[in-house]
């Protein structure tokens, strides 16, 4: 590698710790003031607001945009995560859910089952720049719900209320009618905002996951 390219990467990566650091203790401080949690995209909000203002202007329709920014704020709250546990608290972690509460049992890095593959995927940071092409198929697997990690219960009902249910439905047919209709009242054109249609789209990410984690 030339010279002038290894210098740039050494100062982007050096760039990259920095915001690191800098997102450690913002997002424990947001988290702690956050008794009932939330989400990442309220969490992604505030970090772009004064006094931190760590993140910039985020398009969630482009893939290849969002990306960066969701990679390293898993990858700071995997690293919280690891860190509390050590001190007795739990941090739960999902793009719905991202709540800090005390813990029964002290020890261990991570949480043992489903959420090891992703802890380690986060906790790499070789992952944090990918080809295009990658980060849509990224995405075209977690929409087609190939992951395939059974969603935790509490992010089952909360993803079922942001479509306007009640209760968990019994048919994944009612969860995808609901959700088409819930997209098109929410769409821009009538009023509605990105912000709304990321949110349903996570909703339905987690009902279609639990509907294919229980056939």
Avoid: C
Wanted: glycine fraction near 6%; charged fraction near 25%.
């Amino acid at each position: 590698m030339p010279l002038k390219e290894t210098i740039r990467s050494a100062e982007a990566e050096s760039a990259l710790d920095r915001q690191i650091e800098h997102l450690l203790v913002a997002v424990e401080h947001e988290l702690r003031s956050a008794s009932d949690g939330m989400d990442e995209l309220n969490l992604i909000k505030t970090l772009q607001r004064p006094p931190w203002q760590l993140l910039g202007q985020v398009n969630f329709h482009e893939p290849e945009m969002l990306y960066p920014v969701h990679f390293v704020l898993f990858h700071v709250l995997y690293r919280l995560r690891d860190r509390l546990t050590e001190s007795g608290e739990r941090l739960d972690i999902s793009p719905l859910r991202i709540k800090l509460s005390r813990e029964a049992v002290v020890g261990g890095t991570g949480v043992p089952g489903q959420h090891d593959e992703l802890r380690n995927f986060y906790l790499d940071l070789t992952h944090y720049q990918l080809s295009e092409d990658s980060i849509r198929q990224m995405m075209d697997d977690f929409w087609s719900g190939r992951p395939a990690a059974r969603p935790a219960h509490e992010d089952i009902r909360k993803a079922a209320r942001a479509l306007g249910f009640d209760v968990v439905p019994s048919e994944f047919a009612e969860v995808k009618r609901r959700f088409r209709r819930a997209v098109m009242q929410a769409h821009p054109d009538r009023g509605g905002t990105t912000e709304t249609v990321q949110n349903l789209n996570q909703a339905f990410s987690v009902l279609k996951h639990h509907f294919q984690a229980s056939t």
